[in-house]
Nanobody, 127 residues
């Protein structure tokens, strides 16, 4: 089992920045990759970013590339999402996810490969 707890959400003005963190506990040594997804009201959940826990390869949605940065700490039990140049359309509940199974990079952006999820943290971008 892996437990995930997000923090760092809040209200920010357009153009501002926020840093989200996801603390993983439990069998973290079994995690192959961690990711962030988001869901806005009335919309489907969408992929934001992912990172491999071995090698550190990163993957981003086109909508956030160049503005968001995903990273992990040395112990690989925390994943961060630095969000810069935020836009109103970034408003959503952001959730952290982890997979304990080997994955193909072709599906790293797919929610179904992730086995564990956090409860989410609200990010609101508004003036």
């Amino acid at each position: 089992q892996v437990q995930l707890v997000e923090s760092g959400g809040g209200l920010v003005r357009p153009g501002g920045a926020l840093r989200l963190s996801c603390a993983a506990s439990g069998r973290t040594f079994s995690v192959y990759a961690m990711a962030w997804f988001r869901q806005a009201p009335g919309k489907e959940r969408e992929f934001v970013a992912a990172i491999s826990t071995s090698g550190g390869s990163t993957y981003y949605a086109d909508s956030v590339k160049g503005r968001f940065t995903i990273s992990t700490n040395n112990a690989k039990n925390t994943v961060n999402l630095q969000m810069d140049s935020l836009k109103p359309e970034d408003t959503a509940v952001y959730s952290c996810a982890a997979t304990v199974r080997p994955y193909n990079i072709l599906v790293v952006r797919t929610a179904k490969i992730y086995d564990y999820w956090g409860q989410g943290t609200q990010v609101t971008v508004s003036s």
